[in-house]
């Protein structure tokens, strides 16, 4: 398996493992660590901590709403996408596939022009997440970001302002960051990327089209 250098920061790892985050996110998050043992072993110890917190607050008298508010995180914490060991052969580690209904063969794809393709997956409304499909050596227009977006690469490579990202590097930009994410030559570059903000796009084209192919 090809080495990962880009990783998930403490605070996705923690709102994953408290279950905050949006499902889109969620589900960005689970797929990284089903292809990652560092982050895997990180979320564990988060889990770890979290659990001690809880056993403390065994002792304080919960207020009803407290217990609410707790009922209501754990229920969020188990209804997100769980990371697991990928199944061998397959790209989309599994689950991924439970959103698609299997491996890649099972994505409906729709072109965005420029042999560039994507497929949306239903979540929740907080965030979009989409698999993005970039022939070989092809360039994703120039934009910047008013919210996060996290780029999880799940087949080929891409390179942009920020480096190299192959298969299970994750790349989490935000307002700070305007890139070009260019496709490696070779193999076409399959991405999952989930958003919580429309991209901001600086040539005027991309802008033309951005309300009809709705990124
Ligand atoms: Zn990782
Ligand atoms: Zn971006």
Same mark, same amino acid.
């Given at each position: 398996?090809?080495?990962?250098?880009?990783?998930?920061?403490?605070?996705?790892?923690?709102?994953?493992?408290?279950?905050?985050?949006?499902?889109?996110?969620?589900?960005?998050?689970?797929?990284?660590?089903?292809?990652?043992?560092?982050?895997?072993?990180?979320?564990?110890?988060?889990?770890?901590?979290?659990?001690?917190?809880?056993?403390?607050?065994?002792?304080?008298?919960?207020?009803?709403?407290?217990?609410?508010?707790?009922?209501?995180?754990?229920?969020?914490?188990?209804?997100?996408?769980?990371?697991?060991?990928?199944?061998?052969?397959?790209?989309?580690?599994?689950?991924?596939?439970?959103?698609?209904?299997?491996?890649?063969?099972?994505?409906?794809?729709?072109?965005?022009?420029?042999?560039?393709?994507?497929?949306?997956?239903?979540?929740?409304?907080?965030?979009?997440?989409?698999?993005?499909?970039?022939?070989?050596?092809?360039?994703?227009?120039?934009?910047?970001?008013?919210?996060? $977006?996290?780029?999880?690469?799940?087949?080929? !490579?891409?390179? #942009?302002?920020?480096? +190299? &990202?192959? %298969?299970?590097?994750?790349? @989490?930009?935000?307002?700070?960051?305007?890139?070009?994410?260019?496709?490696? $030559?070779?193999?076409?570059?399959?991405?999952? !990327?989930?958003? #919580?903000?429309?991209? +901001? &796009?600086? %040539?005027?084209?991309?802008? @033309?089209?951005?309300?009809?192919?709705?990124?």
């Amino acid at each position: 398996m090809e080495q990962i250098k880009h990783h998930l920061t403490d605070s996705l790892l923690m709102g994953y493992a408290s279950g905050n985050l949006p499902e889109a996110f969620s589900l960005v998050v689970a797929t990284h660590i089903s292809l990652c043992d560092e982050c895997r072993a990180r979320l564990a110890s988060f889990d770890a901590v979290g659990g001690a917190l809880i056993d403390e607050d065994d002792t304080v008298e919960m207020t009803e709403n407290a217990l609410n508010a707790t009922l209501e995180l754990i229920a969020r914490a188990s209804s997100a996408p769980k990371p697991s060991t990928p199944t061998k052969g397959a790209v989309l580690p599994s689950p991924l596939q439970g959103y698609v209904g299997g491996d890649l063969d099972s994505v409906r794809w729709r072109n965005l022009g420029g042999g560039v393709k994507h497929a949306v997956l239903k979540t929740s409304s907080q965030a979009t997440v989409r698999l993005l499909q970039i022939p070989a050596g092809a360039a994703m227009p120039d934009h910047g970001h008013n919210g996060t $977006e996290l780029t999880l690469v799940l087949k080929g !490579a891409f390179q #942009d302002e920020d480096g +190299r &990202f192959g %298969r299970g590097d994750i790349e @989490i930009a935000n307002e700070d960051l305007h890139h070009t994410p260019i496709a490696e $030559e070779g193999d076409v570059c399959i991405c999952l !990327a989930a958003t #919580d903000a429309p991209l +901001r &796009f600086r %040539r005027l084209i991309p802008r @033309i089209a951005q309300p009809f192919i709705g990124i």
